[in-house]
């Protein structure tokens, strides 16, 4: 299968902005994982205080 160049343009901005929303989506979930670390270990040591 043969492909233009204005084909073959067109699929590489796609590939490209996939690649993109993809890496948006992991720094956000990378981002949101250690807010969750963080707020678990404030939330137990609170807890810890709490019931000393």
Request: glycine residues 6%; contains cysteine; hydrophobic residues 45%.
């Amino acid at each position: 299968m043969q492909y233009t160049i204005e084909q073959a343009s067109a699929a590489d901005g796609m590939i490209r902005a996939a690649r993109q929303v993809q890496m948006i989506k992991w720094c956000r979930s990378e981002a949101a994982g250690r807010v969750d670390v963080r707020a678990s270990h404030s939330c137990a040591a609170g807890q810890e205080a709490a019931h000393a």
